[in-house]
């Protein structure tokens, strides 16, 4: 949870459809799921899909599998170890992986299964759990990087120095692997060689984003988000951005960047585009945690007082 955090109320009416002036403007059709619809809590944190379908909902309070109609809700009693859920994974063999600010659980139909740390920390946060290059889970904390071997998570040990330190998240390319330290940017060459890429001034660890989507890299920070690469890298979005605070980010499938800022909420760009914001949705600033897209191609918004379903229409509403 950031420090920075504002809060502020908003009224929302939900299903609406939010109308820019312009020409571009894109057109969604928006649904909210919160303690109402039997979400086992409405600060959510993380959401993922899984290989049936089915939708898991990490909040604040628990964790919730949604089936499209209704919520099952898990926690302590299911044998959480915590019941805040930040990072939810289906590996290859189709073990579905949660990470709580107490540790990391296997679900195991209505039950949570816990594995220990074979360096036997204790993590306070899993930022996100992923295959590693050979398939394997990997898990994301602030006490460095873990992978799961017959049955323990075991230490993934790195750039020199940093065994213990956050770990946010690792993006493999032809040039090596970008490890995201949070406040530190480093490439691992093939051949084993560690280059510095960069340092953030601020203690971030906890809420900067890095990203590949198809062969491009992405890095959110504090003041707007730059594409990387191995030589270098150059702001995208830079005049609508200009003096905003970014949170989170993310692209999907159409191409389209929705961009989490203080201010001016959730700002959406036209599909291929790295400068044209067309579109807003006034969420509240710093209180998106997570946006997924589903098979179907809708987009999921954790936000701090609940679930949106946003989903686009080709139609206008007039009042």
């Known amino acids: 949870m950031r420090t920075r955090i504002t809060c502020r109320l908003w009224a929302w009416a939900l299903p609406l ?23 086992v809590d409405s ?22 599998r949604f089936d499209g109609k209704e919520f099952v809700n898990y926690g302590y ?36 299964v816990s594995y ?22 990997w898990a994301f904390t602030d006490k460095g990087l873990y992978c799961f071997d017959e049955g323990k998570w075991n230490k993934v040990r790195l750039y020199p120095g940093l065994d213990d330190h956050h770990c946010r998240d690792i993006v493999g390319t032809r040039e090596g692997m970008f490890i995201n330290y949070g406040d530190l940017l480093v490439l691992r060459s ?10 953030c001034p ?10 590949k989507y198809q062969d491009s890299l992405y890095l959110s920070l504090p003041h707007g ?7 270098g890298g150059q702001p995208i979005f830079e005049k609508a951005l200009h003096n905003k605070d970014v949170g989170f980010f993310f692209r999907d499938r159409q191409g389209r960047f929705w961009i989490n800022t203080e201010g001016d909420g959730l700002l959406i760009s036209s599909p291929g585009s790295l400068d044209i914001i067309t579109d807003t949705l006034p ?9 997924y897209e589903d098979r179907e191609g809708n987009i999921w918004i954790a936000c701090y007082n609940g679930l949106l379903k946003v989903r686009d229409v080709n139609y206008k509403e007039f009042k």
Do not use: M
């Open 202 to 211: 601020q203690d971030i660890p906890y809420f900067n984003a890095f990203k």
């Open 77 to 112: 009693e299911a044998g959480l170890p915590d019941l805040r859920v930040d990072a939810i994974f289906e590996d290859a063999n189709r073990r579905l992986w949660v990470g709580t600010r107490r540790g990391i659980a296997e679900i195991r139909g209505r039950r949570c």
């Open 225 to 231: 988000i730059s594409s990387v690469r191995a030589d």
């Open 283 to 291: 969420i509240p600033y710093q209180l998106v945690s997570d946006i």
């Open 43 to 64: 600060y959510v944190l993380n959401i993922f899909q899984d290989s049936q379908g089915f939708l898991w909902i990490g909040t604040a309070a628990g964790l919730s």
């Open 190 to 199: 093939r051949e084993g060689v560690y280059k510095v890429l960069g340092r």
């Open 17 to 39: 459809l939010f109308l820019l002036p312009h020409a571009q403007a894109q057109h969604f059709y928006i649904q909210k799921y919160t303690v109402n619809e039997g979400l």
């Open 116 to 137: 220990p740390l074979g360096d036997g920390l204790k993590p306070n946060f899993v930022f996100r759990i992923k295959a590693s290059p050979d398939h394997k889970p």
